[in-house]
Nanobody, 128 residues
Framework: QVQLVESGGGLVQAGGSLRLSCAASGGIFSSYTMGWFRQAPGKEREFVAARVWSGVSTYYADSVKGRFTISRDNAKNTMYLQMNSLKPEDTAVYYC?????????????????????WGQGTQVTVSS
């Protein structure tokens, strides 16, 4: 059973930065596509970023492009989300997720339904 544990959330002022980490255990981390999602109060969970298992392709939501960077260290079984130029609208609970199944269509990784494993989430609050 794969377990994912996020860390690194907190309170930051607008324009500031945070780096989230997602530590994985219990599976073959290097073979999974990994993603970040977020959910704000009263809103649906939304895609933030994903890094395909091969490491070749990386995807971002339009709202975070140019500000957030997803990376992974397979040797440490850890994924990261570097968040710069944070805005109040980035406030949400951030979740990391793992998708063991491989798809020919990478667009599927934008949807939370293809991810089988989820962390408990970490709160990010950006003050104005």
């Amino acid at each position: 059973q794969v377990q994912l544990v996020e860390s690194g959330g907190g309170l930051v002022q607008a324009g500031g930065s945070l780096r989230l980490s997602c530590a994985a255990s219990g599976g073959i981390f290097s073979s999974y596509t990994m993603g970040w999602f977020r959910q704000a109060p009263g809103k649906e969970r939304e895609f933030v970023a994903a890094r395909v298992w091969s490491g070749v392709s990386t995807y971002y939501a339009d709202s975070v492009k140019g500000r957030f960077t997803i990376s992974r260290d397979n040797a440490k079984n850890t994924m990261y989300l570097q968040m710069n130029s944070l805005k109040p609208e980035d406030t949400a609970v951030y979740y990391c997720a793992a998708a063991p199944k491989r798809y020919n269509n990478d667009e599927l990784y934008y949807t939370h339904t293809v991810y089988d494993y989820w962390g408990q989430g970490t709160q990010v609050t950006v003050s104005s």
